[in-house]
């Protein structure tokens, strides 16, 4: 049965970025969508409630050849991660009025063809549902997957987190500490550094903008070294921390946001370091650890009712605030997981 | 029973080194010793046959702080591997006349305080007796845990070697042959590269020094990318190698030698690869690995007299050649592992 057309609001990249990006490469694109599934196809047709701004992005905003992610179609709407219900379905495995994460389009409404492996459907909705782009879809995963299976974490380790008021980093921390280790951040703003401290519980935290010299406030929070560095900023901070690992230290690598928007990365100098401590580095995607999910969320969700587990998210209203939030991300304005709210459910 | 006393010549390093060292770094000196050891103690009495020149000693000629070697003390004769005859002995595990391996000095006579844990009784004499200081020592043990142990091989990866015709090097390309890999190696000269593919049964190998760029070389040899990297050399060709990584690629971190006289090192820009790739890149001492040395030599010994594991030694003859055996170690003037004989047996 054909639908009428509705109006649906696009955030459209105008073309590939380099350096660093602005509100101008981004336009808005008002066009109009039938809300059904075509005849004989599996997909499904959403409304968005919540668009999720990850730094990954900034990469799919680039020309890219051969990456890990694609690149951005130009004059199409931006693609990601984000909460929407389903309001017509061509897939059996979700049905009319189901909500769901997953990748969707920055617009109103996206009729997705990919297949159940990147919707997931969502059965609690006793929380907040922007947490499905946070602590409980990709992010949250990323910080257990990164810290439970790629850091091998001891009770009583020290534990070093960098970007620690992002999406992950303030999840690592609290994760660390529930395992009882010592657990420093780092992060852009005194407010953001309050936050390590007061809501989400490390031992310490300092503002790396403020720090002469990162390796002097390593040694300051960790005089005698780092037994797990979650990295998400690269450069500067990685070399520095390379000089305040432990022996048998390990760095699990989830992001390098610090370097996304260079045209020419920074080097980093002391990798001989993983020599002389014996220092395991290891990349990871959270993409290949999905199957722990339904496990992940039987932790974290009595974590969050009992309020054991914080998160704090940055929440901008409207489509129209998408492209200053994505944005805002690469000069750290959010505090906490940025969200975008489309559309009340 | 007092012995007299005997001349024994030293090889001396003057002051700490910065920079690419020199043969004028060290000197000679004329030394008297009494082949006795000191009533009470447990030490032992050498005769030094074979020295062994490393890379690892270019750092121990640096002043250094808090490093995982300590420096060589300046007016002091030179530290390092060797082949020695026990003449005397303090200790109940060897016996006047054993032979042994383990860390000695440069020089003709040392008298060793160390415990068991530094020095090896060397059991299998049916060998040339430098192969100790090699594909019998720490050189071979290096690889055989730096392959087995850190990369996790598979039968029918791909492999990449540099600094390929080296003490480790050579070995690590064997070790990957037998296990049916293919394996390509880089090297500075075309002497090595034929050496590499005519001796040691590389699948391919590249002179370094001619390639206009290590990235296009790279995916010559590798068109669908390196499964292991057992990485000896650092800076530009671990830039390279990161981009033709596959995915799960590991990184064995052996050395850097590339890196060692250089005053600031080279910057590294391409670990972003770690997580497009989920790459694992880890350092590793021989030192941890030791009490796999019976397994490892219950293994190697029958592949050397079968002559199924070449291996290939630069032997400089005399003490007098040692200062410019260990320089040459940083132009690559060796072929193969560098050995100083200082004495027959």
Redesign the interface.
């Known amino acids: 049965m054909a639908k009428e057309e509705v109006s649906s609001k696009q955030v459209i990249l105008k073309h590939h970025v380099t350096g660093y990006p602005k509100e101008s490469d981004m336009e808005f694109k008002n066009t109009t969508i039938k809300l059904n599934v075509p005849e004989g196809s599996n997909a499904v047709v959403l409304k968005n409630l919540y668009l999720s701004c990850d730094p990954y992005m900034r990469l799919r905003m680039s020309k890219l050849e051969g ?2 992610v694609a690149s951005f179609t130009p004059a199409s709407p931006i693609t990601g991660y984000g909460v929407a219900k389903v309001l017509e379905s061509g897939d059996s495995n979700f049905q009319k009025g189901d909500l769901v994460w997953g990748i969707t389009g920055w617009e109103e409404y996206s009729i997705v063809t990919t297949t159940h492996t990147t919707l997931f459907k969502i059965h609690d909705k006793d929380v907040p549902l922007s947490y499905y782009t946070g602590i409980l879809g990709m992010p949250g995963m990323t910080a257990y997957a990164g810290f439970y299976e790629v850091c091998s974490p001891k009770k009583g380790e020290t534990v070093f987190v960098s970007a620690a008021s992002g999406a992950v980093g303030q999840l690592v921390g609290q994760f660390a500490k529930m395992l009882g280790c010592y657990v420093v951040g780092s992060a852009g703003s005194k407010e953001k550094v309050d936050l390590l401290k007061s809501k989400f519980g490390f031992d310490e935290a300092f503002n790396y903008k403020e720090e002469q010299d990162l390796d002097t406030a390593l040694k300051r929070y960790f005089p005698d070294g780092i037994d797990i560095y979650f990295e998400n900023v ?1 450069g500067k901070m ?1 070399d520095a921390v390379l000089l305040n690992m432990k022996l048998h230290g390990r760095i699990a ?4 946001i610090s ?1 996304y928007n260079l045209e ?22 959270v993409t ?1 650890y999905y199957h722990l999910y339904p496990k992940y969320l039987e932790m974290i969700i009595p974590q969050i009712k009992s309020g054991k587990v914080v998160y704090v998210e940055d929440i901008a209203e409207g489509l129209e605030s998408a492209p200053g939030a994505l944005i805002g991300l690469f000069s750290g304005h959010n505090i906490g997981k940025q969200v975008v709210m489309v559309s009340h459910e």
Do not use: A, D
């Not at 690598?253 to 390098?256: A, D, E, I, L």
């Not at 080097?267 to 401590?277: A, E, Q, S």
């Open positions: 990456s890990y690269g990685l690598v989830c992001g390098m370097q020419q990365t920074e080097g980093v100098h002391n990798l001989f370091c993983l020599i002389t401590k014996r220092i395991r580095m290891e990349g990871f995607l290949e």
